[in-house]
């Protein structure tokens, strides 16, 4: 079992920053991926950011630019660094493990989310 648990959500005006924490703990082995997802109201969850177990990383168009992802290792700790906040990332943000190996995973775990909201 993996638990994951996120911090560092909140209320910020736009153009502002936030950084987000999820800390993972349990039988953590042979790491796929490590990204975050965000889900708004009455919208669809969607990938926002990937590092692989390699370190590659992937974004999605809307944050390019702006997020960056990374991984403490040392710490089973993965982060996300938000800059230049918009409105529209105002969503629940979720931290995602997937595990297994390099080109599959046979094991995916979610964290309970945390909440970002920008004001315009």
């Known amino acids: 079992q993996v638990q994951l648990v996120e911090s560092g959500g909140g209320l910020v005006q736009a153009g502002g920053s936030l950084r987000l924490s999820c800390a993972a703990s349990g039988s953590i082995f042979n790491i796929n991926a490590m990204g975050w997802y965000r889900q708004a109201p009455g919208k669809q969850r969607e990938l926002v950011a990937a590092?692989?177990?390699?370190?590659?990383?992937a974004y999605a168009d809307s944050v390019k630019g702006r997020f960056t992802i990374s991984r403490d290792n040392a710490k089973n700790t993965l982060y996300l660094q938000m800059n230049s906040l918009k409105f529209e990332d105002t969503a629940v943000y979720y931290c995602n493990i997937k595990l297994g190996g390099t080109y599959y995973y046979t094991d995916e775990y979610w964290g309970q989310g945390t909440q970002v909201t920008v004001s315009s």
């Open positions: 590092i692989t177990g390699g370190g590659n990383t």
